[in-house]
């Protein structure tokens, strides 16, 4: 397969392929099929930044539950329209990433990690105490999209490829690349005219707003917002997922995502002990022996 | 018409002052040339000339502008562009496109987000002739880290030009080049379009003033003079900083040495040593007996730190043996090393931040002659500082601090990367009477050092660095009587 355009037609046919079978599923595996989609966009999302960006955020599960609560407000008043639903879910998280940036941004490393935690603690409290709208810790039921598993199936994986597509273009552009020279060396980037905290709050305004998006999507699939959504367990489940499928590179985000969704369900299914357990297992082991995670397996 | 006005600039770190009302006039297409030893605020100047640090006070005025507190990004806009003393190279990205980023401000593409970066004929254009321009066209396509050291500083300089900059910074481009590379760079520079105003910071003297139209001088954060190369190589304020002729004590202490064979404490055998792809130290050997003070002398960028690093075990040994007190120590680790009696100050001093000064002594303290209380009778100072933060203390303080958290480890054999750097005249006279005094209690030395004056008056012998290798190697006594050997190597 020397020539690169037949190679690129191969793995094209392969993606689609491997995005469309799940559409003949029916009941649990196709559940489990939209429940790796939909973390797969939170996960993709989540790359940009630690990727490529160099920003390690422990704060995604605020978006994803910005997201899916405004799913569930939004359905409640106008009716379960999914469209809408989608924009409203990626305006909101975009909003608060947009209002939360310039301060996380003042940080870098570990204070970047414990701001943007600190900000999700902030929305978890907030969708705590404030009942009349979140419904607290009862939560809020999310009414049925008027579609099947099988279309919403096939409307998410079409919005994971044009985020990935859309991404990957993003990311070649100039943009994309003074993004990732900000991360190699941001006195270098400052040097050359180029603000380099723009760039990055650009990009993780986007995130914020992708990971929204991932939330509307939990919330319709699940019928149901909670407390959980917006937990910060949700957020390192998150890194998780990027680790174990690689950062810097966008597939590695949707690899992670399967592997741990279906790896959480597999064991989960034969005992209610031992998930975590076998899950930090799996990630020591990626973090040692491919460094770059299991991308790099499928990529070499 | 001037490019850059800079006027009573003033920047304090902690208790340092790197700057002291700082005056400097460059006109338009000048070239002038910085030079000062080590920690006299070169660098400083330029990072509050670019915009990275805000000066504690005065003023930066770039063309028409005021820039005082700009940021950089702002700096740079106004068509100032820069290298850095240690290379800021983005390594996950190839050669081209290092230099395709550096282009985007000046081709308009900062924010594209509709083609690819590689799809920008114009920006590809600017891209490849710089790279052409210093000499890497060929290596457009490999990976940056892959580079050398001197092809690093190379891109570097593309990056820079490649922003068609009117006012550019170049610090120490010649840092850590091997002969062949300086000549390149040296060139490159020298054919640079004469309509750009050139600030050049530079250790490497005889190219500094060949390149600049002016020389100022910096030590100890003042401008000790300015002028043409020429007025400054003779003007004896100037000579005295390179050669410390105006050091206070020209009378030594010979002591009385015992007799029989000297016992060899450390003996290094054609040591080969560097960082990354850059070799900075080739077939070098040198031996330090017990009781004796060795000095290391070499202008900066000779490979004086890199030796005292690889003898404690910071840098790898590419080549040669270790031996010291009789093992073999060639890839033992500096842990190691430290346990068997090796002691560093370090250049720079390092300071460990939020610890005391007692608290700093009393960390590395290992049983021995060597107590808190005699080192605070060594330098009464730190009696006084005991309990103050290490880091607020003057530079000179910290340098105490450092050679005394040395020797409070009692070590076999103390390491001592230039501690006259950063020190006033009086400090480094002070300075000499402390080694002198460890001299005559028995205790090893090696000191590496710029300062002639210094490392004679306190060393038994002497081995001159120059660009990684020991070009001589003489007693102390004889070079006392014959200064002229060591200008050839050291002098203006």
Redesign the interface.
Known sequence: MADPRARRVVVGAVVLAVALAPALLHGYALYLAIEVVLYAIAAVALDLLVGYAGLVSLGQAAFFGLGAYAAAIVSAHAGPNLALTLAAGFVVAALFAAITAPLSLRSAGIFFLMITLAFAQLVWATADKWHSVTGGSDGLVVPRLPMSDTLFYLISVALLLLIIAGLA??L???????L??AR??E??T???????FWYKYWAFVLAGGLTGLAGVLHAHHRNFVSLADVDWTNSVVLLVMVLLGGARSLWGGVIGAAVFVLLQAWISSRTDKWEMFVIGAVLIAVVLFTRRGLWSLVNA | MPELIVESLEKRFGGVVALDDVDMRVERAERRAIIGPNGAGKSTLFAII?G?EAPTRGSVQIGQQRTTGM????V??LGV??T?QTS?V????SVL?NV???A??TTG??????????A?AD?DAAARSALDAVGLGEKANTPAASLSHGEQRQLEIA?ALV?RPSLLLLDEPLAGLATVERRRIGALLTGLPRDITVLLIEHDLEFAQSFADRVTVLDNGRVLADGTPREVRENPAVQAVYLGTASPSQATIERPRAGGAPVPLLAALDIASGYGQARVLEDVSIEVSRGEVVAVLGRNGMGKSTLLNTLMGFLPLRAGSISFAGADVSHAPALARARAGIALVPQGRRMLAGLTVGEELRLGARPGPWGLARVTALFPRLAQRERQRSETLSGGEQQMVAIARALVRNPLLLLMDEPSEGLSAALVHSLEESIASLRDDGETVLLAEQNVDLALAVADRVYVLEHGRIVEHESAGALRAHRSRLERFLGL
């Not at chain 1, 070649?172 to 003074?178: E, Q």
């Not at chain 2, 983005?90 to 990205?93: A, R």
């Open positions: 273009r993003l070649r552009s100039p943009f994309g690349r003074v990732e020279a190699q060396s006195t270098r400052r040097a050359l005219g180029l603000s380099a | 670019s990275e940021p950089p990004e702002r740079a806009r562009a820069r850095f800021t983005l390594t996950d990205f496109d395709r980023v550096s985007l401000r593409h900062a924010w594209t987000i509709s083609a690819p970066l590689d920008l920006c990056a922003q």
